[in-house]
């Protein structure tokens, strides 16, 4: 079993909807939670980072933690065609610490 | 001093050559991370440097993977011997701060096709 899951999708949505992303994770060390997102080609890029259970907003983006339930979340409001992406969760088990990734979730939206 | 820099961009080399790639961090950053990535996968952890010093190197890291960071600056990733299973992006991240205000940021990555 990997650290750290996500389904694959790929996620098709239309333009305006809302996205929303999950993660889980096994290893309770994990403490920090990080949101990528990665156009094809390219390398990952820092969206969100966050700490504590409970929500963190930025802009359209707003990334939850349950801890108990080693569960994250990451939605996207009033999605773009220019959010279309491979979006990754990752977390390190200490700040510094070598990132542990999930598998990535593809996601498509249509103008 | 905008972001991590990686070069090449892609390298096209035939089953058995060697292969280098370079990797310049931000220059404050003290920690500096080398992750593989193959198609519709995460990337995968493969070593990481505090300054020159090699921290922790990962199973997947096999002989023919070399990496180093001389003076604690830039860093190189060699391949020897390079086979067709070693074609994947090569990702390079670099990382400073502390708890909360921990962040890594990734370079655009080197791909690697073995022929």
């Known amino acids: 079993q990997k650290e750290v899951e996500q389904d694959p999708g790929p996620l098709s949505v239309p333009e305006g909807a809302i996205v929303s992303l999950n993660c889980t994770y096994s290893?309770?060390?994990?403490?920090?939670f990080m949101w990528y997102r990665q156009y094809s080609r390219k390398g990952p890029e820092l969206l969100m980072y966050?700490?504590?259970?409970g929500n963190k907003e930025d802009g359209r983006f707003t990334a939850q933690v349950d801890k108990s339930s080693k569960y994250i979340s990451l939605f996207i409001r009033d999605s773009q065609p220019s959010d279309s992406a491979t979006y990754l969760c990752?977390?390190?088990?200490?700040?510094?610490?070598?990132?542990?990734f999930g598998g990535g979730t593809r996601v498509l939206v249509k103008p | 001093d905008t972001g991590v820099s990686q070069n090449p961009r892609h390298k096209i080399t035939k089953r058995g050559q060697n292969v280098t790639f370079r990797c310049d961090p931000i220059?404050?950053?003290?920690?500096l991370y080398w992750y593989r990535q193959t198609l519709g996968q995460g990337p995968e952890f493969l070593t990481y440097?505090?300054?020159?010093?090699?921290?922790?190197k990962s199973r997947l890291l096999s002989d023919r993977f070399s990496a180093e960071r001389p003076k604690g600056s830039f860093s190189t990733l060699e391949i020897q011997r390079t086979e067709q299973g070693d074609s994947a992006m090569y990702l390079c991240?670099?990382?400073f701060g502390q708890g909360e205000n921990y962040g890594y940021t990734f370079g655009s990555g080197t791909r690697l096709t073995v022929v």
């Open positions: 991240a670099s990382s």
């Open positions: 290893n309770s060390a994990f403490q920090y």
């Open positions: 966050t700490y504590s259970s």
């Open positions: 990752a977390s390190p088990k200490a700040a510094g610490n070598k990132l542990t």
């Open positions: 220059s404050e950053h003290n920690r």
């Open positions: 440097f505090q300054n020159e010093a090699q921290l922790e």
